[in-house]
């Protein structure tokens, strides 16, 4: 934005006439007026130098901080600089001073020596690059013991605060030439008994473990400003667990929106707009707008990295692209910023002070007004009074959304009436229940924390309980729930700052015993449902293993065990309630299981690989590949397949590893294996991910675990029965180079390519068939796998078909229906039949995981996603579906049964 002549001389006219301690700069510096009106602001602040670091650093500190407050208050007055550029200008400015009195402070310590060691970590507007025109800064000072340069007898700790006291008192002290910038320093940890600069590691400690609610705020806007900015930046790296958490604790969330209250409070006499009014922490001003976005970054910034921007403005931006807030409502509180905070900067340009009030003499708030172009302090109050009034409304809004609803009656009578209005018509178990609740003799609700977290969640739970298909059945679940629960004022905190989610739980409670067994055993699970992309479409391997990267970045094998399962078990939770809101199809869910699953295979086979390596070295030309099949090979599993895998290493069987503890190859690759075994399935503190199935290997359980490329394909052309070949079909390489994946899925498309006798795998197949139903027998008439007509009998028809034709070898059994039908193999309308009972074995895992009878709303649920209207229709449709596969496989076996005929 560049501004004529005129606007600039009428910048340099109200500021010395309104403004006395600019008027001064303007007389000390008339050379930088005269270059602002010649060529502009920025022209004249890229002719100001900082000073060097020498003797007379205070004094030339001082000195540039005048010149650059003069051209920076022309440059906000004439309109050349929005607010944003004006604080991020003083921002800056703030940081090159900070590194010159750091390195001045270091030059009279220890002269010669860099200036390192101490980090000067920024928080609040210098933290945002949102510095006010006269603001103190808050940062927080640390230092590294082990770099930082001392004297020979120095103690590490005394010479730190010495070099960090004398940095304070460069910029703070107040001379004949004033002072470069307000330090407060009472942000860190306990500031009535610690030393002004703490050691890094006692810093992350404590951020680790005792700090307070409003210092995980404070932290939102943080950033490495100056000093030794690699260990700021990796202080701040080590504590962003606790600044972003995936699991927000909605305590502390209700502990800052009281802050706020505390300072409306505080400051009453700021709260009534017009002359006084104070523009920080008045009702409507600067501070609503910061703490608005800030709750909402809070709620959902651990979740959703793209909402942690530390400016106000850039965080309601990002805050409404994500959808948390309404767009309007963000364009609106942005606009208002910049008015407030334009006109908190006149009133600091009048005397350099650092206040936020509108002065109560008329004649001072003329001044102020006449200082930003308006006409007087009545025109002043006319702009700010409708910018006041709307931020005031949004931040009731989001107070109102905080407020404790008013709680269930005590009153016996009375609360079961309020029972019967939520949805229990019979209200005396429910009466039973609550009242055990409030009693505390639960061991999650033995705390006072616990009965008030209680209390406020009790409404909205017991109409969200009331609406559930059976409200006493729902209500049951959830008391056992409750009962299993070290505590429960998270979990209810939580479900009543997020309505929504008592919505989902009771319906999970109500629907999906596989979820409820889950939700029961992580409570926390729930909180992953407050993420945006909750309910998105399955994300792709790729996708979460770029997702997962940051929070696995530099993690120790145990640590990475448990945040690997805490990543896998929210991400299939969440399918799983798509899965029962109708959100999306079963089958593209029993996609993204599979997906999941070869995320998890992949981070922990590498980190298993890793490991192994440290130790053992590398096989030399060699490596370790994994084989998929059944669900995970086929790309169809459901909420808890089990994981069929065959282990298989490249290479050189003779070979041995080159590290400080060589291990021949198969010794090495046999342990290995065992390794990523045990990652994928050894249960850990944060529980297990999945049951793997290593029988499928060559020779079965009786073989090794794990053999080389050649022995499989031997294996497979010479020794393996025909039920390995139909296993093969399902057959997918899923670890390892692109390499060693071709040349495993070479092997398996050139073994099922041999020629065969379609009579003899037929009779292969009847026999196996017959002996799988022997053993296994159906669990009833809804066990869609196992029963005449199920899957099973689709698969053998499907893989007779594969093998004895040489065709349509594709692992994804939609994909091989699809050509086995297009090229006359199969029935047209086998494909649909598959995908009915796919989806309805999808759907069963969870609503029915052992088989028991489903509940009417479960069925309805079932229904729904299997595409028909009602139970009734699912059972005709399944039906017809297991007969059309029967057809199929009833047709396969007279060649088989003429063969036996044949072989008696």
């Not at 705390?447 to 006493?472: I, N, R, Y």
């Not at 209810?492 to 989902?504: D, E, R, V, W, Y």
Request: aromatic share 6%; charged share 25%; glycine share 6%.
């Amino acid at each position: 934005m560049t501004a004529s002549s005129a606007s600039r001389q009428s910048a340099l006219d109200r500021l010395t006439a309104n403004a006395p301690f600019l008027a001064r700069l303007a007389e000390c510096h008339p050379d930088d007026g005269a270059r602002f009106l010649a060529e502009g602001a920025d022209a004249a602040l890229e002719a100001v130098a900082p000073p060097l670091v020498d003797d007379d650093i205070m004094a030339g500190l001082r000195r540039w901080r005048g010149r650059i407050a003069l051209l920076l208050a022309l440059g906000d007055i004439a309109g050349e600089h929005d607010v944003a550029a004006t604080t991020r200008h003083l921002s800056d400015f703030a940081d090159t001073a900070c590194d010159l009195a750091l390195a001045a402070a270091f030059a009279e310590r220890v002269p010669g020596e860099d200036a390192r060691g101490i980090a000067v970590v920024a928080l609040g507007k210098l933290g945002s690059h949102e510095l006010n025109y006269s603001s103190d800064i808050d940062p927080i000072l640390i230092f590294d013991p082990d770099t930082l340069p001392r004297r020979s007898r120095d103690d590490p700790d005394e010479a730190a605060v010495r070099i960090a006291r004398r940095m304070v008192e460069i910029l703070s002290s107040r001379t004949a030439d004033g002072h470069v910038l307000r330090v407060d320093l009472r942000l860190r940890p306990h500031p009535e008994v610690t030393p002004i600069v703490l050691p890094v590691n006692a810093a992350i400690s404590y951020y680790e473990s005792q700090a307070l609610a409003w210092e995980q705020a404070a932290f939102i806007r943080s950033r490495a400003s100056a000093g030794d900015r690699a260990l700021g930046r990796d202080f701040l790296a080590a504590i962003q667990p606790f600044i972003w958490r995936r699991s927000l604790d909605f305590r502390q969330l209700k502990e800052i929106g009281a802050m706020s209250d505390r300072i409306r409070d505080h400051f009453a006499q700021g709260q009534a707009f017009g002359p006084g009014y104070d523009l920080k922490r008045g009702r409507g001003g600067i501070r609503e707008i910061e703490f608005f976005a800030q709750v909402h970054q809070l709620i959902y910034g651990g979740r959703e990295p793209a909402l942690r921007a530390p400016a106000t403005v850039d965080a309601l931006a990002a805050l409404a692209q994500a959808g948390r807030i309404a767009p309007d409502i963000a364009a609106r509180l942005a606009d208002h910023y910049a008015v407030l905070r334009r006109i908190e900067h006149r009133l600091q340009m009048i005397e350099d002070q650092q206040t936020h009030s509108l002065p109560v003499q008329g004649a001072a708030l003329d001044a102020v007004a006449r200082l930003d172009g308006q006409k007087d302090g009545a025109a002043l109050l006319a702009l700010l009074e409708p910018v006041v009034t709307d931020v005031g409304a949004c931040y009731d809004r989001l107070v109102a959304e905080r407020a404790v609803t008013r709680g269930l009656p005590r009153d016996e009578s009375e609360l079961a009436g309020a029972l019967v209005a939520a949805g229990f018509v019979a209200p005396d178990a429910a009466l039973r229940t609550v009242a055990e609740w409030r009693s505390g003799k639960l061991r999650a609700l033995r705390s006072p924390a616990a009965l008030e977290a209680l209390e406020t969640v009790l409404p909205e739970l017991m109409k969200a309980l009331g609406k559930a298909p059976d409200p006493d059945a729902a209500l049951t679940r959830f008391d056992k729930l409750v009962a299993g629960l070290p505590s429960a004022v998270h979990f209810f905190h939580l479900l009543a700052a997020q309505p929504a989610l008592a919505q989902i739980a009771t319906r999970i409670l109500s629907l999906a015993p596989t979820l409820a067994d889950a939700l029961g055993a992580r409570v926390e699970l729930i909180d992953g449902l407050i993420d945006a992309h909750a309910f998105d479409a399955p994300a792709s391997k790729v996708e979460l293993i770029e997702e997962w990267a940051p929070a696995l970045a530099g993690l120790d094998y145990e640590r990475l065990l448990d945040r690997v399962r805490d990543r896998v078990g929210e991400r299939r939770f969440a399918y799983g309630v798509q899965l029962i809101a109708g959100a999306t199809d079963p089958l593209t869910v029993a996609r993204g299981y599979s997906e999941l699953a070869e995320a998890a295979l992949q981070r922990l086979a590498d980190a298993a690989v890793a490991e192994f390596v440290a130790a053992h070295g590398r096989v030399p030309d060699s490596e370790l590949v994994i084989l998929a099949l059944g669900r995970l090979g086929g790309r169809v599993l459901t909420h808890a397949s089990d994981l069929d895998l065959i282990y298989l290493f490249t290479g050189d069987h003779l070979a041995e590893s080159d590290g400080p503890r060589p291990l021949g190859a198969t010794t090495y690759y046999n342990r290995l294996a065992q390794r990523v075994t045990a990652a994928m399935s050894v249960p850990t503190a944060a529980g297990k991910l999945y049951d793997v199935d290593t029988r499928l290997r060559p020779q079965g359980a009786q073989g090794p675990l794990v053999v080389t490329l050649d022995s499989f394909e031997r294996y497979q052309r010479e020794e393996a029965w025909t039920w390995e070949h139909m296993a093969l079909l399902r057959a997918r390489a899923v670890y390892g180079s692109d390499a060693a994946r071709a040349a495993v899925d070479r092997i398996v498309a050139e073994v099922l390519a041999s020629p065969r006798d379609g009579a003899a795998v037929a009779t292969d197949a009847a026999g196996m068939r017959d002996k799988m139903a022997a053993h296994k027998p159906p669990k009833g008439a809804l066990d869609v796998k196992n029963g005449p007509g199920g899957l099973v009998d689709l698969e053998f028809a499907m893989q007779v078909t594969q093998l004895a034709s040489g065709r349509c070898h594709d692992p994804h059994i939609p994909t091989a229906l699809a050509c086995l039908t297009a090229s006359g193999l199969a029935p047209a309308g086998i494909a649909a039949a598959h995908h009915l009972l796919a989806a309805m074995l999808v759907m069963l895992r969870l609503t029915a995981p052992e088989g028991e009878p489903s509940t009417p709303a479960a069925r309805q649920l079932v229904a729904e996603a299997c595409g028909c209207d009602d139970w009734t229709a699912l059972l005709a449709a399944h039906e017809a579906a297991r007969q059309e596969i029967m057809d199929w496989w009833v047709a396969i076996r007279p060649a088989a049964d003429a063969q036996q005929e044949k072989q008696a």
